[in-house]
Nanobody
Framework: QVQVMESGGGAVQAGGSLRLSCAAS????????MAWFRRTLGKNREWVAT????GTVDVREGRFTASQDDAKVTLSLQMNRLKPEDTAVYFC????????????????????WGQGIQVTVSS
């Protein structure tokens, strides 16, 4: 069973920066995709950053960067120039697969999720 744990987050003023980290363990297969999603009040989860099993990174906002370690078991999200609309619960998601996975933007494409971590940006 894959376990996913997020860390970082917290409260920051608009224009500030935060870094989120995700660590996953317990993989059964040799390939995985990892992603960050977020959910704001009253909205569905939306993708923030994804990484394919080949390490291709896709990020929703130009203010954000995502990076993965060489072992592909951690995924960090550096968020800069934060805005109040970035306030959300951020989730790390993982798909463990024996095949290549593209790192899609749909939450249904991921099998394992962390509990989520709050990010609050005040104006």
């Amino acid at each position: 069973q894959v376990q996913v744990m997020e860390s970082g987050g917290g409260a920051v003023q608009a224009g500030g920066s935060l870094r989120l980290s995700c660590a996953a363990s317990g993989f059964e297969y040799g390939n995985r995709c990892m992603a960050w999603f977020r959910r704001t009040l009253g909205k569905n989860r939306e993708w923030v950053a994804t990484v394919s099993s080949e390490g291709t990174v896709d990020v929703r906002e130009g203010r954000f960067t995502a990076s993965q370690d060489d072992a592909k078991v951690t995924l960090s999200l550096q968020m800069n120039r934060l805005k109040p609309e970035d306030t959300a619960v951020y989730f790390c998601a993982v798909r463990d697969t024996p095949r290549y996975c593209v790192g899609g933007h749909g939450d249904w494409q991921y099998d394992y999720w962390g509990q989520g971590i709050q990010v609050t940006v005040s104006s």
